[in-house]
């Protein structure tokens, strides 16, 4: 009997082997936290941006074609976008919504759309409607509660937001909101078409230079506003020590101005492994007339 069973076992077919297909160098996916894993190729980014529109979109509740046109007038689907208040990325983050919401990677397209998603949702629960979602998205949540109780006015960009992404102003989605509301792309056309079809006219940043890596340590020499104008004062400030100087990496270090709401400054820091080898470089910097200070690297 043991033998006959061990024989029906060995004509029992193998399973077949799973294909794990490589992913593509710059090859970004979101977390799989919320929903199934969407990746963004570099080679296919624009349909892959719109099927990771339509997928989260499905997987929160929200309309598809409202989403994507929240994200194109937030980026123009620019995985790189960065705008002058700082908000990063496909959806527009800036860097305290995205820490709150748990965003590790603004510049992550994949992982941007999941977490906008996920927020959108949260605020067209929280607000009734998509239109005063968007007017939290873009002018934050105390705009909107404002908005809601007339006790609060909009920004203009909001005003404008608002009414581009749903035809319709925020004052109607707050007093008067449709049943049904038309966000359509294109008229009949299916969504993942229709996306297509809009983000033909977007213009993709390239994906920026990663950041170098810092030391520990760093023997500082010079600051600035700026990054150039850091290293236009390390190169006035160690001409009498430019051969030791020279001899260091330089990185420019970003440090807070203690005072808030003011802008901060670049550190000019040579870099050292630990605090004894910056001391003794800052000695040997000293010793050939320039001024130093030793600093542990945050």
Known sequence: MLRLALLLLCLLPAPAAVAFEPRAPGTLCSSG???NVQCIRPAHRTHDICQAIG???GANGLNPHFFARLLWQESRFDPNALSPADARGIAQFIDSTAALRGLTDSLNPALAIEYSA???AELTARFGNEGLAAVAYNGGEARAEGLIAKTGGLARETVDY??????LTAETWRDDPPEEPDFRLQ???PFEDACLELALESRLSAYPDPEPAIAPWGVQVAFGRSK???REAFTRKTRACQSVANAADLDLV???NRVSGRQGFYMARLGAENGRAAGQLCDRLRSSGCVCAVYRND
């Open 118 to 120: 996920q927020y959108l």
């Open 55 to 57: 997928h989260f979109a």
């Open 187 to 189: 008229g009949d056309m």
């Open 162 to 167: 608002v009414q581009i992404i749903t035809g």
């Open 254 to 256: 970003f440090v807070k």
């Open 33 to 35: 936290k919320t929903a």
């Open 228 to 230: 150039s104008a850091a």
